[in-house]
């Protein structure tokens, strides 16, 4: 199976910029879609971005498009979610989620899941 790590969560003030990775291990030679989702307090779990095993293909949610950038470099085992202009909503756990197939932006199309990490954005 795979195993994923998520990194890089923290506090940040609005408008600031943080990078979140998640390294996997295990089964990594598949050629894994991988996700980006998060969870807010008292909210459902939302898909944030998502990105094929090439990279071609890339999908973001519609709060998040032309702030976050989603990017991997399969070499090293690792997908990134780049945030920049952040906004107190988006204060989340942040997890990563990989499947095999297509890129599909429903959470529970995906098999791998990490622990997540915790984003605060602040006002």
């Known amino acids: 199976q795979v195993q994923l790590v998520e990194s890089g969560g923290g506090l940040v003030q609005a408008g600031g910029s943080l990078r979140l990775s998640c390294a996997a291990s295990g089964r990594t030679f598949s050629r894994y879609v991988m996700g980006w989702f998060r969870q807010a307090p008292g909210k459902e779990r939302d898909v944030v971005a998502a990105?094929?095993?090439?990279?071609?293909?890339?999908y973001y949610a519609d709060s998040v498009k032309g702030r976050f950038t989603i990017s991997r470099d399969n070499a090293k085992n690792t997908v990134y979610l780049q945030m920049n202009s952040l906004k107190p909503e988006d204060t989340a756990v942040y997890y990563c989620?990989?499947?095999?197939?297509?890129?599909?932006?429903?959470?529970?199309?995906?098999?791998?899941w990490g622990q997540g990490t915790q984003v605060t954005v602040s006002s």
């Open positions: 989620a990989a499947r095999v197939g297509m890129v599909i932006p429903s959470g529970a199309e995906y098999d791998y």
């Open positions: 990105i094929s095993w090439s990279g071609d293909i890339k």
